[in-house]
């Protein structure tokens, strides 16, 4: 599997602010992917991001609110910029590690509201 | 796209007793995850399958793909309090040998009452 840890775990943020959120990994992966859950939701996934290139952005998810950065190949950030109460979900990380086949792994999760 | 539709959405069961959780695909699936989701928290990988027909288990957890590759089941035999969860079905959207973003079912809530 993948040791894989967010900070923060949770926050309360009020409306306007921005919110950076870090994604750790126990080695090195190529592909970090972020997804968000909002309340009662399933997931769904905002950006791909690989090192060394610009991340890629889903239907619906773009750049000016959701910058991410991924400096190395352990380490990714996603900020959620400008923040309403409809920005209030979990965010996720998640890794791909192929053991036998490959696979998902993700973070606890961040939990955000916005108030 | 590709649509993941899981079945029930919710289910409360008595401890000891079975249950299934459904996750039919509109399109033919390269792969199926499982995944289970304490209530505020991250996602535990419990299983992933790829062949049509292939079946895995854990402690007492089964998951099956079928044949056409279209559906998938996950079986909990004889239900204990640690069950509770949400869980939720995940499939690649294609074959590529990377980067494969996940398309999530809308999750089947599990309660397992003492």
């Known amino acids: 599997s993948a040791v894989i840890s967010q900070k923060p775990s949770r926050d309360i943020c009020q409306r306007g602010t921005s919110l950076t959120i870090q994604c750790q990994v126990d080695?090195?992966?190529?592909?970090m992917f972020w997804y968000r859950q909002q309340p009662g939701q399933s997931l769904t996934l905002i950006a791909t991001?690989?090192?060394?290139?610009?991340?890629?952005?889903e239907s619906g998810f773009v750049i000016d609110k959701f910058p991410i950065s991924r400096p190395n190949l352990t380490f990714s950030t996603l900020t959620v910029s400008n923040m309403s109460p409809e920005d209030s979900s979990i965010y996720l990380c998640?890794?791909?590690?192929?053991?036998?086949?490959?696979?998902?792994?993700f973070g606890p999760g961040t939990r955000l509201l916005v108030l | 796209s590709q649509e993941l539709e899981q079945s029930p959405q919710s289910l409360i069961v008595q401890e000891g007793k079975n249950l299934t959780i459904n996750c039919t695909s509109s399109?033919?699936?390269?792969?199926l995850y499982w995944y289970k989701q304490k209530y505020g928290e991250g996602l535990i990988f419990l299983m992933m399958?790829?062949?049509?027909?292939e079946e895995k288990s854990h402690e007492k957890i089964t998951a099956k793909l079928d044949e056409k590759k279209q559906q998938s089941s996950l079986h909990i035999t004889a239900s204990q309090p640690s069950h509770a969860g949400i869980y939720l079905c995940?499939?690649?959207?294609?074959?590529?040998?990377?980067?494969?973003?996940?398309?999530f079912g809308g999750g089947t809530r599990v309660l397992v009452k003492p």
């Open positions: 995940g499939a690649p959207e294609g074959v590529k040998a990377a980067g494969n973003k996940l398309t």
């Open positions: 080695s090195q992966v190529t592909m």
């Open positions: 998640s890794v791909e590690r192929e053991l036998n086949l490959k696979t998902q792994y």
């Open positions: 399109k033919t699936l390269y792969g």
């Open positions: 991001a690989n090192q060394g290139s610009e991340a890629t952005y």
């Open positions: 399958l790829q062949k049509g027909g």
